[in-house]
């Protein structure tokens, strides 16, 4: 069966920042029963979105147009890389 997947990036003032979607689809295997729960592994890049600030942001997760989750997470500057000595 097939399924969409759309991820919105807020951030914590519920500003839209970026999305993206997905369609993937699930095989049945012959030992699942009607309507049980099947864990899938999904992978995305995020190297596209560019964060405003630091801060705090949520991914909200819809699969087939209903919302499932909100994630949290915080953004923080990257630290300076140590300038070499020697030159």
Same mark, same amino acid.
């Given at each position: ?25 699930? &095989?049945?295997?012959?030992? =699942? ?5 099947? *864990?899938?592994?999904? @992978? +995305? ?10 801060? &705090?942001?949520?991914?909200? =997760? ?5 919302? *499932?989750?909100?994630? @949290? +997470? ?14």
């Amino acid at each position: 069966e097939r399924h969409k997947l759309r991820v919105v990036i807020q951030d914590d003032q519920g500003t839209r920042i970026g999305s993206f979607d997905a369609e993937f689809g699930v &095989g049945v295997p012959d030992a =699942l029963a009607p309507g049980e729960e099947v *864990q899938v592994p999904l @992978g +995305f890049p995020l190297n596209p979105v560019r964060l405003p600030r630091e801060g &705090g942001y949520t991914l909200e =997760l819809l699969l087939d147009d209903t919302h *499932q989750a909100s994630v @949290g +997470f915080r953004s923080a500057a990257r630290p300076a890389a140590p300038e070499s000595a020697g030159g």
